[in-house]
């Protein structure tokens, strides 16, 4: 029995230290992206396993030190990973609080699940906030003229209702002065640009949902890793206050997202906060931050948080925002090699997405 023990502990120990290692390998393949999700889940394994340690092994030979050694290792880096994502963080913008004369920006996004036809929920949930903004992922043309209880209060519109899962809708009680819809990389996969007239001067929003590296959708992350980065090169070249938002299917640790920090020089309101979780609804165990707002340093944060379950498998997420004077403090500097991995990566990306249309 003693034996079955070691032996389990042993395999579980080998399984948890290489899901740390695997997504230190720059390969762009699912099976070693998908690693990069559940930072948290396997800090937490790490941790067990630690503690089971003392446990399992009355009289620890050499290799059992050494696989102790190893997961606190494992573990010390973990906690160096997610540490910037709990209160224990710095925060990379200031909370404030709105002066009596402005209104707030305040957008909800919310990935609704393409399938899910329980509309009543979003639509209970829209009304109750009335953001200024409203981005609304995977809608068909169901979704679309469900939500018409709601959405024909809004006076600017763009919508691109599809049927494979990547429809978008987006509505804005702000002035829209002009927008674009776009398709970066795969000609089946929209995002939009829109300039709002906020408070007297152009906001310029980017609305994205690259597709997720899984091999149902997409075996690789490099159109994924490309989209996001070239969403942020332009948000950086238009130099004035800017959000990206949407489901980018990839977490606020991954490396593509700090290259896109770097590059764009956005700032993630996340940071010193939480980690938001947006992602799984049905399971509690598995669940990591998929939808994110990104900031130009031009904005303070009034308010952020997760809302309820509209029954689609991705939380709703809502933002409150300000524009005050620009910022750079908090921006992350950039390398000469990582500038080279942007662009490298972003023409990758064109590349595969050409050779697919």
């Avoid at 402005?102 to 919310?110: A, G, N, R, S, Y």
């Avoid at 906030?129 to 809608?139: A, H, I, M, R």
Wanted: net charge negative; glycine share 4%; with cysteine.
């Amino acid at each position: 029995m003693e034996s079955i023990t070691h032996c389990l502990y042993w395999v579980i120990s080998v399984l948890a230290i290489s899901s740390v290692l695997i997504p230190a390998i720059r390969n762009n393949y699912w099976t070693f992206r998908v690693f990069d999700y559940p930072r948290f889940q396997k800090f937490v394994i790490l941790l067990v396993l630690i503690v089971t340690w003392f446990f399992v092994f009355d009289k620890p030979g050499i290799y059992e030190k050494i696989i102790l050694s190893v997961e606190i290792v494992c573990s010390v880096y973990l906690f160096y990973i997610i540490t910037p994502y709990t209160r224990f963080g710095k925060t990379m913008i200031d909370k404030t609080q709105p002066n009596a004369e402005e209104k707030t920006l305040d957008i909800l996004v919310c990935n609704v699940y393409q399938h899910n036809r329980n509309y009543q929920k979003l639509i209970d949930l829209v009304k109750e906030q009335d953001p200024s903004v409203l981005f609304f992922l995977e809608t068909d043309e169901e979704w679309q003229n469900a939500l018409k209880p709601v959405t024909k209060n809004y006076e600017y519109k763009i919508e691109v209702p599809l049927a494979n899962t990547y429809g978008l809708l987006f509505y804005s009680h702000f002035p829209v002065k002009n927008y674009e819809v776009n398709y970066l990389i795969d000609d089946e996969i929209p995002s939009i640009v829109a300039d709002l007239d906020y408070n007297n001067q152009t906001v310029r929003l980017f609305g994205i949902h690259p597709t997720p590296p899984v091999p149902q959708e997409n075996p690789e992350s490099t159109e994924r890793d490309a989209e996001i980065l070239l969403v942020g090169e332009k948000a950086q070249e238009f130099g004035s206050p800017a959000i990206v938002f949407g489901d980018l299917n990839d977490v606020a640790w991954s490396r593509t997202t700090k290259l896109f920090l770097k590059s764009s020089g956005m700032l993630d309101p996340r940071r010193g906060r939480g980690m938001f979780n947006t992602f799984h609804v049905k399971y509690w165990f598995l669940r990591w931050p998929l939808d994110h707002f990104f900031v130009s340093p031009h904005f303070r944060l009034v308010d952020m948080k997760v809302m309820r379950s509209v029954d689609s498998d991705h939380f709703p997420i809502w933002i409150s925002l300000v524009v005050r004077n620009e910022d750079k403090e908090d921006q992350f500097e950039i390398s000469q090699g990582e500038k080279e991995e942007v662009v490298e990566k972003i023409e990758e990306g064109i590349e595969k997405g050409d050779a697919n249309d």
